[in-house]
């Protein structure tokens, strides 16, 4: 099965990345934008019997090792 | 409006830290996985009159400054 974790900074933490890209974007004219973030989403393919299975464990391996919960958050999805 | 940008590498382009990945969560016991790609995506407050308006220079930034369209493929969605 496919599964996609989508992990975002917790609000309130600092985003020194997403505020470096919202001042480049900036400088390249778009004044329209605000409040950009930075996120990372992993996609794995996962043997499982079922897909509330695949999901137990993908939720697992994400606050064991794909997500930093202290100032992050994560989301999976399961196809 | 709200913007998010998913980037992943394009496949066939190889992908370094998806594979540490894979390799840490097997060590963990996890050995149901493979094919682990890591991937961006970044959210955005955009102004702007329509969704398509928005959705319109979305694409323009992906494609100026946020994914490198060489190796890596986006995708825009508008909420």
Redesign the interface.
């Known amino acids: 099965m496919k599964a996609k974790v ?1 992990i ?1 900074l917790k609000s309130g933490v600092l985003d020194p990345q ?1 505020k470096a ?1 919202e001042e ?2 900036k400088t ?1 004219g ?1 004044d ?17 019997d079922s897909k509330e299975a695949v999901e137990i ?1 993908v939720n697992e ?1 994400s606050e ?3 997500a930093n919960t202290v100032v992050e958050d994560f989301k999976v999805e399961v196809e």
């Open positions: 989508f975002r997403g890209v480049a974007l390249l778009y329209e934008v605000k409040g950009v973030r930075v996120g990372k989403f992993i996609e794995l393919e996962v043997d499982g464990r391996m064991k090792l794909l």
